[in-house]
């Protein structure tokens, strides 16, 4: 059972990658889900990961029918570029089997985010894969998503705490809906000043003539 911070954590992820990122590419599409059942074949149980993304490919038509609730591998054609999962407890094993599992899926990027150090002494740990197994890496960049992974000190939602974020290749955060609209209206209020700011000059220029 998740806890509220990682409840909240998944949706961060998930938010900030509908509301500000337009994709790895001109006219390439995205999906990007949380606490979704990942299945590599009917006869095998699921992985469920807190947060998938994978890269080039569209929900269905109708998401609602059984058959399309789930990531199911031959629906999507492919496994998702990045999987991030996040510790609540030392029960989940995200450091053993789920990222043998992982490896062994084809998944590109495996991310680990251990806030409270349950198992880890690093709160991020980020994994590439190289063959069939994951190598730990101390890149941050996930290049083949063009994304990029950072923490940051701030309050979501109601709640203070150190969070796991989405940066694009400058470092700057993809923004959640509210930061969105904070950064419209202040370039919105920056405009107006400019505006103001030549209004004034002109009518000065226009007094001196």
């Known amino acids: 059972v998740d806890n509220i911070f990682s409840e909240r954590q998944m949706a961060l992820l998930r938010e900030t990658l509908y509301t500000s990122w337009t994709g790895p590419g001109e006219g390439r599409t995205f ?10 074949t ?56 789920k990222l043998l599992d992982y490896a062994r899926l084809g998944v590109s990027y495996y991310v680990v985010y251990d806030p409270e150090g349950e198992i880890s ?15 730990e890496t ?29 940066v694009d290749r400058a470092g700057t955060l993809l923004a959640t809906g509210p930061e969105a609209k904070l950064q419209e209206q202040q370039r919105t209020e920056q405009e107006r000043q400019r505006a103001e700011q030549e209004r004034q000059r002109a009518e000065l220029l226009a007094a001196k003539l």
Do not use: C
């Open 138 to 166: 101390t890149e941050r960049w996930l290049a083949e998503v063009n994304l990029g992974l950072t923490t940051w000190r701030g309050e979501y939602d109601g709640m203070e705490d150190t969070w796991l974020r989405w």
């Open 121 to 135: 002494r690093e709160p991020l740990r980020v994994f590439t894969r190289q063959g069939a197994r994951f190598v």
């Open 31 to 40: 999906v990007a889900m949380g606490n979704v059942a990942l299945f590599a």
């Open 42 to 97: 009917n006869f095998l149980p699921p992985l469920v990961p807190d947060l998938l993304l994978s890269l080039d490919v569209s929900l269905p038509d109708e998401p609602m029918l059984k058959e399309h609730r789930s990531y199911f591998l031959w629906l999507y054609g492919k496994p998702p570029e990045v999987v991030i999962e996040i510790v609540s407890n030392r029960k989940g094993n995200e450091l053993g089997d």
